[in-house]
Structure formats: structure tokens, C-alpha cells
């Protein structure tokens, strides 16, 4: 069954320090998202992509996050200058379009020091 | 602003018993529903999605009244398996992006 991944699964990173989370959607899917869960709270979405570029983003997607489809398989999202309170599981999540169902990687859990 | 309110539990029952979330909905124009659950510090996993018409999946059934912004997950005859934190979501936008309520806990007893 196709799934969606991302790579690392844990990255640790000082502040003030540019992270570049990866992700690869399911291969026919056409959606990409991004969403962060701090710990012990809601999941919250962060940015949708489609058709290469932003279709809607959240206030929390300030101008220190950008996303990247840079080939035809990744969906990178970047955090320019890490806070303290960047600290969160980011999911990727990606849809064919045709249902809205969302499927998510594994996560990656990103720790700022 | 669209919000999606759940109460957090937790909810503790025995193996084999019947288990009802709800979930309440603010903003008449959300469009689709689901139940994800997920597993602590996992990522969300689709359980089924939301229609007015109710569906059924096994042991579970999900219902939508839009007439009371309401959703409602039932599961039957409770496996140890099925501990996990529920979460309500509805979609908004254009985009379909997706609005989490902030889960209900269940733990299901031996």
C-alpha cells in the first residue's frame, strides 16, 4: 500500500539554525500539506501546495517557513531561523484530490535547543 | 473560524464494550468529516470519513447531523487494540485543509 514519508524522523537543531524537513506523498496524490503538532496539543495545519505552488497557508506559516516541491516525488518544508517554540512533530499529508482524505507520514519531531 | 470541540475523556472501558465519542462543529460551512486516531506520538491514521447518511465500518459507525453541527463515532464491542486518541476533523477552505479537535482519549481494559 503506497504511503507517504518523511525523512529524518528526529532532527535536533540550535536556534537561529535553518532545518529542511523532507517528504515524499503518495505518487499519484496531486495535495501536499504540511501540519505541526506541538506536544500534548492539537494537530494545527501550517501550508496546503498544489499544482506547485501555496494555495493556503495558516498564521503560523510566517515568512521563516517556505515549501519546495524541488522535484517530482519531494515536498520540503523549511524553517529559516528556528525558535525555542518551532519544537513540534511536523506532518506531511498529501490527497488525490478526488475524496479530501489526507493520508500522513511518520512525522518528523523537531527539537530546538 | 472554524473549530471542532470534543471532549477530551479519557474514556477507560472494558473489552467488548460499546463506546460513543461526539464531537461538536462551529461554522456551517465545513464541508467533509472524519475520525483519525492516533497513537501517542504517531502520526494520525484515517479511520473512516463523515456522511449524513451514516456509514458503518466493522465495529464502526460514524454519523453527521448537520442540522446540529454534530459527529459521532461508535464503536462496538471494544478491543484492547482500539486504545488510542480519537480525533474529530473537519475540512475548510479551499484548499481542503484540514481543522483537528483536540482528540479524545480511550484506553480499553483487559
Known amino acids: 500500500e503506497p504511503e507517504v514519508t518523511q525523512t529524518p524522523s528526529h532532527q535536533v537543531t540550535q536556534m537561529g539554525q535553518e532545518v529542511i524537513l523532507r517528504c515524499v506523498p503518495i505518487s499519484n496524490h496531486l495535495y501536499f500539506y504540511w501540519y505541526r503538532q506541538i506536544l500534548g496539543q492539537k494537530v494545527e495545519f501550517l501550508v496546503s501546495?498544489?499544482?506547485?505552488?501555496?494555495?493556503?497557508k495558516s498564521e503560523i506559516f510566517d515568512d521563516q517557513f517556505s515549501v519546495e516541491r524541488p522535484d517530482g516525488s519531494n515536498f520540503t518544508l523549511k524553517i529559516r531561523s528556528t525558535k525555542l517554540e518551532d519544537s513540534a512533530m511536523y506532518f506531511c499529508a498529501s490527497t488525490s484530490g478526488q475524496s479530501y482524505e489526507q493520508y500522513f507520514g511518520p512525522g518528523t519531531r523537531l527539537t530546538v535547543t | 473560524r472554524k473549530e471542532v470541540e470534543q471532549d477530551p475523556g479519557p474514556f477507560n472501558v472494558p473489552e467488548g464494550a460499546t463506546v460513543a465519542f461526539n464531537c461538536t462543529y462551529s461554522n456551517s460551512a465545513s464541508q467533509s468529516f472524519f475520525w483519525y486516531r492516533q497513537d501517542c506520538r504517531k502520526e494520525p491514521k484515517l479511520l473512516m470519513s463523515v456522511y449524513s447518511s451514516g456509514n458503518e465500518d466493522g465495529r464502526f459507525t460514524a454519523q453527521l447531523n448537520r442540522a446540529s453541527q454534530y459527529i459521532s463515532l461508535l464503536i462496538r464491542d471494544s478491543k484492547l487494540s482500539d486504545s488510542a486518541t480519537y480525533l474529530c476533523v473537519g475540512t475548510s477552505g479551499s484548499a481542503r485543509q484540514l481543522t483537528f479537535g483536540s482528540g479524545t482519549q480511550l484506553t480499553v481494559l483487559p
Open positions: 501546495f498544489y499544482n506547485n505552488e501555496i494555495s493556503e
